[in-house]
């Protein structure tokens, strides 16, 4: 049912807000966020419509719900998505409501290998496995908010955006205090390993790496898109033997 995502509850209010005050709202003329222009510089792009600015988090309506291992727990997945928002139409809850449903339905009918990708890993990690449930109890966050608008699955991205938004990132974690952070790809691996630093490793093989910050587990893993047979629903045996690590130290 499409409503459900159309509550702002208190914590999509303050992410809301959050997006507002650093200037990062991906709304038509609300954009003005300060690293705009040396993105653009450092991506040797001159006209702002070839740059695709902003893009809203997900914030899933039971965020803090999901249980692993029978504790309930706050799950935060830290992603590249090279898509942002082309559309400045689809304000902040129709934003919420298109990645509810592309998390939901993407394993019995993927269409799409991130949102895909994504899925299979949380149903991996959660203990109540209805897409339907798992996917409204967690966020997923953009770790670079603009990427250029060049019509192609890759973000293009340059490493100076990913430092550019470091500090929004940071405001995103502490705003969201998460107890599993879970990040795909190397960039968004970088930005948070300064955020969240380790003070002990769990595991680290296959380009996994699992450790602790503080009271957060932070699961590092390869983006979805590149390892994942995501047509056929298959979760790969190293994504498995990695989730279940994180399942036995929560």
Not at 21 to 34: A, M, Q, V, W
Not at 36 to 64: E, H, M
Request: with cysteine; glycine share 8%.
């Amino acid at each position: 049912m499409l409503h459900i995502d159309k509550r702002m509850t208190r914590l999509r209010h303050d992410v809301k807000k959050l997006y507002s005050e650093l200037g990062i709202k991906p709304t038509k003329g609300s954009f003005r966020c300060n690293n705009f222009a040396n993105c653009c510089r450092s991506l040797r792009i001159r006209k702002r419509q070839k740059v695709i600015t902003g893009s809203w988090p997900y914030i899933g309506i039971d965020y803090g719900k999901a249980k692993v291992a029978g504790k309930k727990l706050r799950i935060i997945v830290i992603g590249m998505d090279a898509g942002g928002i082309d559309d400045v139409s689809r304000n902040f809850l129709h934003r919420q409501n298109e990645w509810r449903c592309a998390f939901e339905n993407s394993i019995e009918s993927p269409v799409s290998q991130h949102p895909t990708g994504t899925a299979l890993m949380l149903k991996e990690l959660v203990d109540d496995k209805r897409p339907n449930r798992f996917a409204r109890q967690f966020v997923f966050i953009n770790a670079v908010k603009c990427t250029p608008n060049n019509g192609e699955m890759t973000s293009g991205v340059k490493g100076s955006m990913c430092t550019a938004c470091e500090s929004i990132l940071f405001r995103e974690v502490h705003l969201l205090k998460p107890d599993i952070v879970i990040t795909q790809g190397s960039y968004p691996r970088e930005m948070i390993k300064k955020i969240l630093k380790s003070n002990r490793k769990i595991f680290e093989k296959d380009g996994f790496l699992i450790y602790t910050s503080g009271n957060s587990i932070v699961l590092v893993a390869p983006h979805p898109t590149r390892h994942i047979p995501w047509k056929q629903g298959l979760l790969p045996k190293q994504y498995g033997k990695a989730v279940d690590k994180v399942r036995k130290n929560v």
